[in-house]
C-alpha cells in the first residue's frame, strides 16, 4: 500500500544528498515524499521526485565579525544549533497546517534538525532520523568531538546543549507538546528507526549498535550521471580539491593548492564555492564555484577535502584516496577514521603549507596500500543497495 512520506532536512547539500537515492527508491515504489528544505534545494529534491514543500529556511551561518573566514568554535556551533531551533519555531505553525491537510505516515528528519520531531509529535505519527553522518548511542557520543582538545572540563558544551534543551522545552511546553528526551540526536537515538548513510564498517563502535539502527551507506543515485564535467583528454591525473558548501570561504588555503600544483603532473579540479573569489590559476587548473561531485570522483585520482561526511562517503564510494585538511571536529573524525582504516592521510589545518599539500597529495597518489584499500572498500560500498535497505526499513516500520 503507498505510503506518504515527510522529509524534513536542513538545507545544506551535506544533508539532502544523501536522502535523495532513498527518495528515489520510495517513490519508484509508488510511495509519496513530500520535502521540507530550504529554496535552493528544493529542485534537487523535486528531481528526486520528491513534491517540494517550500518554506523560508536558511542554513543559520554564525557571523565572522572580524571579516575572516569561518573558524569553528563551541559558540558558533551552539548559535547554530539555537538558529535550527528558531527557523523551526517560526515554521511549525505553517508546516503543521499544511500535515494536517496533508497527513503523512512518517515523517523522516535530519539528526541536526528539530522541525520534524515537533512536527511528528504533533501529528502522532511514527519519527524517523536520517543521519548523514555517524551515529550515537552508549559507546560513543558525537558530543564528545566538541570538547577542546587537553581542555580541563567540556569546554562549555555543557552549556550550550542545556541553552538548547531550555529553547526546545519552552516551546514544546507552550505548544502542548512532550518534553524534549534529549537537546539533539547528537547524544542518541531519538527515533524507533534510525537510517545511518554510512557503513558500519566506517562508524566508530560500529558493532555495538543494535536493530534500531540501520546503516545503509552512500548511493549516488541518479547523481552520478548528472554529468556536467569531463575528464581531461589528455588522461592526466585528476587531484579533486574542494571544502565543501557549507564553511568553504579559506581563499588563503586555495592560494596555497594553486602554488602546491601549479607546476605539477596533475589535472587540479578546484571548487572554491561562492564566496572566495576565484584566483588566477596555472593551465592545469580547472576551478568554479562547484562541480558536480560524484562525476569527478568517478575519474578522480586523489580528493583533497575537508572530509565532511558527505564528500568522505562519496570519495569512498568511487574508490578515491582522501587527504583531508578539516575545518571543524566532525571533520576531522572522518578524516582520522579514513587514516585508521588506510584510506588516506589526515593533515593539521593549522599547518597547512604548499610544500606540505604537494608531498602529501603524491605520497598518497603512490601508496599502493592505501589504493587496494580504497579500491576494495569502494566494491563494498558499491555492491550494497543502500536506497533498498532503507526502504525496506520504513516499509517494515509502518508494516
Not at 5 to 31: C, D, K, M, S, Y
Not at 64 to 87: N, V, W
Not at 235 to 254: I, K, M, Q, R, Y
Not at 299 to 327: D, I, K, R, W
Request: glycine share 10%; net charge negative; charged share 20%.
Amino acid at each position: 500500500m503507498s505510503k506518504h512520506f515527510a522529509f524534513v532536512v536542513p538545507p545544506a547539500h551535506g544533508h539532502v544528498n544523501p536522502t535523495l537515492p532513498l527518495v528515489e527508491e520510495l517513490v519508484a515504489r509508488g510511495h509519496r515524499v513530500t520535502y521540507v528544505t530550504g529554496a535552493d534545494l528544493m529542485p534537487t529534491a523535486a528531481a528526486a521526485g520528491a513534491t517540494p514543500l517550500e518554506m523560508r529556511w536558511e542554513f543559520p551561518r554564525p557571523s565572522q565579525d572580524d571579516g575572516k573566514p569561518f573558524k569553528f568554535t563551541i559558540e558558533a556551533f551552539g548559535a547554530m544549533l539555537l538558529g535550527f531551533q528558531e527557523q523551526a519555531e517560526l515554521s511549525y505553525p505553517s508546516l503543521v497546517a499544511h500535515f494536517q491537510r496533508d497527513r503523512p505516515d512518517a515523517v523522516c528528519f535530519d539528526m541536526m534538525g528539530t522541525l520534524g520531531p515537533l512536527i511528528a509529535d504533533k501529528l502522532g505519527v511514527p519519527m524517523v532520523t536520517l543521519l548523514p553522518s555517524m551515529a550515537s548511542n552508549e559507546h560513543f557520543d558525537m558530543r564528545t568531538l566538541l570538547t577542546p582538545e587537553g581542555a580541563e572540563d567540556d569546554g562549555g558544551v555543557g552549556e550550550v546543549f542545556a541553552k538548547v534543551f531550555e529553547a526546545q522545552a519552552k516551546f514544546r511546553a507552550a505548544n502542548g507538546l512532550p518534553a524534549p528526551t534529549a537537546p539533539s540526536p547528537l547524544a542518541g537515538p531519538s527515533a524507533p528507526l534510525n537510517l545511518v548513510f554510512v557503513p558500519r564498517e566506517f562508524q566508530v563502535a560500529g558493532d555495538t549498535f543494535d536493530d534500531r539502527f540501520r546503516f545503509l551507506g552512500p548511493s549516488m543515485g541518479s547523481r552520478a550521471d548528472a554529468g556536467g564535467w569531463q575528464p581531461p583528454a589528455d588522461g592526466s591525473p585528476v587531484l579533486f580539491v574542494s571544502l565543501g558548501t557549507a564553511f568553504n570561504d579559506h581563499p588563503e588555503f586555495f592560494a596555497q593548492c594553486v602554488e602546491a600544483f601549479g607546476d605539477s603532473p596533475w589535472h587540479v579540479v578546484m571548487a572554491v564555492g561562492e564566496r572566495v573569489e576565484i584566483p588566477p590559476v596555472p593551465g592545469n587548473f580547472t576551478v568554479a564555484a562547484y562541480f558536480p561531485q560524484p562525476v569527478v570522483l568517478a575519474s578522480a585520482t586523489v580528493f583533497l577535502s575537508h572530509t565532511g561526511m558527505n564528500s568522505t562517503m562519496e570519495s569512498l564510494y568511487y574508490g578515491v584516496p582522501l587527504v583531508s585538511v578539516p575545518q571543524m571536529p566532525e571533520q576531522a573524525l572522518n578524516g582520522g577514521r579514513a587514516e585508521e582504516l588506510g584510506f588516506g592521510r589526515r593533515l593539521d589545518s593549522e599547518a597547512i603549507t604548499p610544500e606540505l599539500l604537494r608531498r602529501t597529495v603524491d605520497e598518497v597518489a603512490n601508496d599502493p596500500v592505501i589504493r587496494a584499500n580504497v579500491t576494495k572498500f569502494g566494491e563494498q560500498l558499491r555492491a550494497v543497495d543502500g536506497p533498498a535497505l532503507g526502504a525496506d526499513a520504513l516499509e517494515e516500520l509502518l508494516g
